[in-house]
């Protein structure tokens, strides 16, 4: 095999996903109206910079339940303030990686790449998902989610404390993807994520009341929520 047919046999997958993703994506963001949580984060946004910018933000913020979302606002408040055309150029590009994690993992669990890709292509075909809309309030699922897919591949790998890393990053960006690796890597994955799972249980019960903060989401754990991350 050549060197182009070796590339092409490795890139036509992710090709192929981020050719899908334009066809469908438009339908969220071309047509459809802000989500309404979208306001308020458009609110915030522009109030950014003028209340002091990240500083300011990350010591009045109520991120506490999901603090890996102290790191993922500040980052799109700034963009669009600045350059608005990349919010969704990033959501695109962030759903494009996510469904490849997600392809990758399925074609490795079931042993056929192909049916591993058509599980990636899905993800844009379903029209209730984030990665299809231009949806920014809640751009760090996608985040979370890719986190968490390759923090299960890699404790497929018997790599665990990069996948509890990643895990738990993921966790404690948005909580419900954090069953992503015992759904999907199976006992390998529970194995590697245990730990960091009841960790990311333990803050979203008890830690952010230690902290003095509320936690208005006890119920992220229910089943609706959780299987809103695999619908």
């Known amino acids: 095999m050549t060197r182009l047919r070796r590339w092409l046999y490795t890139a036509s997958p992710w090709l192929l996903i981020s050719l899908l993703s334009l066809l469908t994506w438009p339908r969220g963001w071309g047509g459809a109206d802000l989500f309404s949580d979208d306001w308020s984060f458009l609110y915030r946004a522009w109030e950014f910079d003028a209340k ?18 102290y790191v993922y606002f500040p980052t799109v408040y700034w963009l669009v303030r600045h350059a608005p055309w990349s919010i969704p150029v990033a959501l695109w590009a962030l759903g494009v990686i996510e ?8 074609g490795r669990i079931a042993g056929d790449r192909r049916l591993g890709w058509l599980a990636g292509a899905a993800v ?5 998902r984030a990665a299809t809309h231009l949806w920014p309030s809640n751009g760090a699922q996608l985040v979370a989610h890719s986190f968490c897919l390759e923090a299960a591949l890699l ?31 199976g006992r390998k994955g529970l194995k590697a994520c245990l730990p960091t799972l009841l960790l990311i249980v333990c803050w979203q019960f008890w830690g952010v009341g230690l902290i003095g903060q509320r936690n208005p989401k006890k119920l992220s754990f229910s089943p609706a929520h959780i299987l809103r991350v695999y619908s």
Not at 52 to 69: E, N
Request: hydrophobic residues 55%; neutral net charge.
């Open 52 to 69: 002091g910018g990240l500083l300011a933000h990350l010591l009045t913020g109520d991120y506490a339940v999901r603090p890996g979302q």
């Open 99 to 106: 469904a490849g994690l997600l392809a990758s993992l399925v």
């Open 124 to 128: 844009f075909i379903c029209p209730a």
């Open 155 to 185: 404790a497929l790998s018997d790599k665990t404390w990069p996948a509890r890393i990643l895990h738990l990053a993921g966790g404690l960006t948005y909580e419900s993807a954090a069953l992503v690796p015992a759904f999907l890597a």
